[in-house]
């Protein structure tokens, strides 16, 4: 249904309110030698608004989202180039929520960058919300194009913004490798346009559900380009190669936002593409998709999980573990163009709970580091006495990335384990299997990490005494203490997440 007057504003309101909070914010640093004096320092004062505003810019979004799964808006805009409906809503609350967690926990490092680039920070970042709010909304490909490289510029500059001569080289290594993405993603969509004639993904779907031989080539190429495109943005094999260098030189709360955020948004254009473009397991060339999909999930686990075996640096580790961690997304994907009727939600679960256990551990890592100076494994021997707040919550996001009960990471691995045999394809329970393993591979590292905590380094006893310094701000712990509390609570009562995962699934494969 083509939505109409001001139903077209209410349709992208959230991502439109997060557009106008980044104009307002870079505004409102314009301004301010107008009101407000700066101190002698340069820096960002009490009295700078740019936080403010990102923060009621962001909850102008999530309230404007939550109005939409009230009232169940759906419709399309725009000539059905963009879409309102629950998956969308669905997205859109996890990527808000997301900014905001990284806004917060990023306010005191914001600060430390002057007031000009504080600003710049945070209007970047509600700039990248909204164009990946407005990408899981985009129904076809010159509009899903235009929106991912507007986040991606976006988030470009992020990487680089204010960290010295090893962020500058994260940013160049991020745009390089971004670009080459852009170039193959694009020659992919062109496939696709030839093949249907029409860049709308339900024209698309009309001729990828026919059995013409003659364009099963193109077809089949076509989604190939995609996925190697998109997979830059899901930190999937082959397109993975930036993930450990961009986590480790980008500020850590840029590496946190990127960890979550430019995961999920990618994840959710690839499943509008391959089930509303391609009829997910309707398409003449399902069959071929899934085992594809399926060999860049095993491949992925077993990379990431082999990259971060060695590993000394905590960001460099969880760049490794995002890789390990989005292959076993990827099961739920391949899962679901092979028939799996639960394949979508069971994508949806993992990354909300995914999302909740990376920014929680990313938090504790982002506290730590700033504190010490240092972003060594080492730093956290002997945590549990020093900080018990911080090496609890690092603890049970630890065990949830495992996959370890009670935690949500378990539940969702158990979610995206079932969705693939239930697909009754003899090689996803393979592929199952290699999951599996996998998870007993990165048992390794994860809980080598966690036995650090409670573990006293020989010279400890009078190098390291219990103190404030590591002691973080009041906003920050509360952020921990959420982050742990959804952990524990998605994965000891995981029903309303997946009924909300659930609903927004339906919605995707209803249309």
């Not at 364009?215 to 943005?233: I, P, S």
């Not at 990471?409 to 995206?416: E, M, P, S």
């Not at 990490?449 to 400890?460: F, K, N």
């Amino acid at each position: 249904m083509e939505l109409t007057g001001f139903a077209q504003i209410h349709a992208i309101g959230a991502s439109a309110s997060l557009f106008a909070g980044a104009g307002l914010v870079l505004l409102a640093q314009l301004a301010r030698p107008l009101w407000a004096g700066r101190g002698g320092d340069g820096r960002a004062g009490p009295g700078s608004p740019s936080f403010a505003l990102a923060l009621a810019a962001l909850a102008v979004a999530a309230a404007w989202s939550l109005w939409h799964e009230a009232t169940g808006s759906s419709g399309a805009v725009l000539d059905g180039a963009v879409v309102v409906d629950r998956f969308a809503v669905y997205f859109a609350l996890l990527l808000t929520a997301s900014a905001a967690a990284v806004a917060v926990v990023a306010r005191d490092w914001a600060q430390g960058l002057g007031d000009e680039l504080a600003s710049d920070f945070y209007a970047l970042l509600l700039a990248s919300a909204g164009a990946m709010v407005l990408l899981a909304q985009a129904n076809d490909l010159v509009a899903i194009f235009v929106v991912l490289e507007t986040t991606s510029i976006a988030q470009f500059v992020l990487v680089g913004i204010g960290g010295g001569g090893r962020s500058a080289e994260a940013g160049l290594k991020y745009v390089l490798a971004g670009a080459v993405a852009a170039a193959v993603l694009l020659y992919g969509f062109v496939f696709l346009f030839g093949v249907a004639g029409t860049t709308s993904l339900p024209g698309i779907a009309e001729v990828a559900s026919s059995d013409d031989g003659e364009l099963r080539l193109a077809l089949l190429l076509g989604v190939a380009l995609v996925l190697v495109g998109l997979g830059f943005k899901m930190a999937l094999v082959p397109s993975h190669g930036w993930v450990p260098d961009v986590y480790q030189g980008a500020p850590p709360p840029v590496a946190a936002f990127l960890s979550v955020a430019s995961k999920a948004a990618g994840f959710a254009v690839a499943l509008r593409i391959l089930y509303v473009g391609l009829g997910g397991g309707a398409s003449s060339v399902a069959d071929e998709i899934a085992v594809t999909v399926g060999v860049v999930a095993a491949v992925s686990m077993t990379a990431g999980n082999l990259g971060a075996f060695w590993q000394q640096d905590a960001r460099r580790l969880l760049g490794y573990s995002s890789v390990a961690q989005a292959g076993n997304i990827a099961i739920g994907v391949a899962a679901l163009v092979a028939g799996s009727a639960v394949g979508p939600s069971a994508v949806l679960f993992f990354l909300a709970t995914y999302a909740a256990t990376n920014l929680g551990l990313f938090f504790v890592v982002i506290v730590v580091g700033e504190r010490t100076g240092s972003y060594q494994l080492s730093e956290y021997e002997g945590l549990a006495r020093r900080a018990p707040l911080l090496a609890a919550v690092l603890g049970l996001c630890l065990l949830s990335l495992t996959g370890l009960p009670p935690t949500a990471g378990f539940l969702a691995k158990l979610y995206i384990f079932n969705a693939a045999v239930q697909a009754s394809q003899p090689w996803l329970v393979g592929l199952v299997a290699v999951g599996v393993l996998n998870t007993a591979l990165s048992a390794f590292y994860y809980l080598r990490w966690a036995r650090l905590l409670v573990r006293e380094a020989p010279d400890a006893a009078g190098a390291r005494r219990p103190g404030p310094s590591l002691l973080p701000a009041g906003a920050t712990q509360l952020l921990l203490l959420a982050t742990a509390a959804a952990v524990l609570v998605f994965g000891i009562v995981p029903t309303p997440l997946i009924s909300a995962a659930r609903r927004a699934a339906e919605a995707l494969v209803a249309l």
